[in-house]
C-alpha cells in the first residue's frame, strides 16, 4: 500500500534495488505479481457471480462479503500490474517520468482498495459479534440500509485515505500506522469476545439438556461454521497485514528498506487472491453455487 517515495527518488531507489539484487529476481518478483493478479481477478468474478445466486446468507452481511470481492477485484485489474510494471520497469528502462506517474496511480488506487478492505473486513467481525450478542434484535439492529451507508462511509474514508496519499505522504503513513493496527486489534477483539461467548453458551446448552439427549440447536451450529467461516478471512487479513503495518511503523520511525517493502506490498496484495480461495473452502454455499458458475461455463 506504501512505499518509500519522494518524487524522483523513486526510480533511483529501484536502480539500487537491481544493483544490489540478480535481475532475475525482479523478473521472477514481478512475474509472481502477475500471477496474483490473474488469480484475483479469475476468483473474484467467480465470487461476486456465486454470491448473487447465495440465498441462505443474510443480505446485510452478503453486502459486506460483495463489498470485500470488489475490492479484490479492484487490486487484482488496477493495483497489481501497476505494481509489477514498477518492479519491471529498472529492467525495461522506462522513463522516469512514467515510473512516477504509474506509482502515483498505484499508490492511490491501492491506499483506497486496501482501506475499504480493512475496514469490510473489520466490519465483518463486528457484524458476527453483533448476531451473536443481539440475537433475535439482531435483523432489526444491522439492516441492509444501514450496512450500505457503512460501506458507502468505507469508500469515502478510502478515496480519503488515496487523495492524503498522494498529497501529504507523511500525514498518510502515520494514519496507516494507527489505523490499520486498530482495525486488526478490532477484528481480534470481536473473534476473542465471539469465542468465550459461544463457549459459555455452550456449556449452558450442555448443562441444560444433558438430561433430555438433545442435540445443540441447529441455528447456534449454523452461526458457529459462520464465525468460522469469517475467521480464516479475518486470520488471511491478519497475516497479510501484519508485516506491512510492521513496516509501516518501522519507517515512520525512520527505519525502512525499498526490499522490505516490496515485499510486504507483494503480502498485502496477495490477500486479493487468498480470500476466494478461502471462500470456496469455508462457505458450502458459495463453494456450490461456484461449481454451478463453473459447469454452466463449461457446458
Known amino acids: 500500500m506504501a512505499n518509500i517515495t519522494e518524487d524522483g527518488n523513486f526510480a533511483s531507489k529501484l536502480n539500487q534495488v537491481v544493483l544490489a539484487s540478480p535481475r532475475g529476481t525482479l523478473a521472477l518478483f514481478s512475474a509472481f505479481n502477475i500471477f496474483l493478479c490473474i488469480t484475483a481477478c479469475l476468483g473474484n468474478t467467480l465470487i461476486l457471480v456465486s454470491l448473487h445466486k447465495v440465498s441462505s446468507i443474510y443480505p446485510p452481511t452478503k453486502s459486506f ?3 470485500l470481492a470488489v ?5 487484482g485489474v488496477i493495483v497489481q500490474p501497476l505494481h509489477a510494471t514498477l518492479i519491471m520497469s529498472p529492467l525495461i528502462k522506462m522513463d522516469v517520468k512514467e515510473v512516477f506517474m504509474i506509482d502515483l496511480a498505484r499508490d492511490a488506487f491501492s491506499w483506497i482498495f486496501c482501506g ?7 466490519a465483518i467481525s463486528v457484524d458476527r459479534l453483533l448476531a451473536l ?3 433475535l434484535r439482531y435483523r432489526h439492529v444491522v439492516t441492509l440500509r444501514r450496512v ?12 480519503s485515505l488515496g487523495s492524503i496519499r498522494i498529497s501529504r505522504s507523511d500525514i498518510a503513513l502515520k494514519v496507516a500506522s494507527t489505523l490499520v493496527p486498530l482495525a486488526l486489534v478490532i477484528s481480534m477483539f470481536c473473534y476473542t469476545r465471539i469465542f468465550f461467548k ?6 449452558q446448552v450442555r448443562q ?16 458457529k461454521k459462520s464465525v468460522s467461516s469469517t475467521l480464516w478471512v ?21 527505519i525502512g528498506k525499498y526490499e522490505v517493502w516490496l515485499v510486504t506490498e507483494t503480502l498485502v496484495f496477495s490477500n486479493s487472491s487468498l480470500n476466494p480461495i478461502l471462500y470456496c473452502w469455508r462457505i458450502r454455499a458459495v463453494r456450490q453455487a461456484v461449481k454451478d458458475t463453473m459447469r454452466q461455463l463449461y457446458c
Open 116 to 122: 475499504v478492505s480493512i475496514l469490510t473486513s473489520t
Open 133 to 135: 450478542l443481539l440475537g
Open 65 to 67: 462479503f460483495r463489498c
Open 234 to 254: 479475518q486470520l488471511a487479513l491478519v497475516a497479510c497485514y501484519a508485516p506491512w503495518s510492521i513496516t509501516v511503523v518501522l519507517y515512520v520511525n525512520g
Open 148 to 159: 450500505r451507508a457503512a460501506i458507502i462511509c468505507f469508500w469515502f474514508a478510502g478515496v
Open 198 to 203: 459461544l463457549r459459555h453458551q455452550q456449556v
Open 71 to 75: 475490492t479484490d477485484l479492484s487490486v
Open 208 to 223: 441444560g439438556q444433558a438430561n433430555e439427549g438433545r442435540e445443540i440447536p441447529v441455528n447456534m451450529a449454523r452461526y
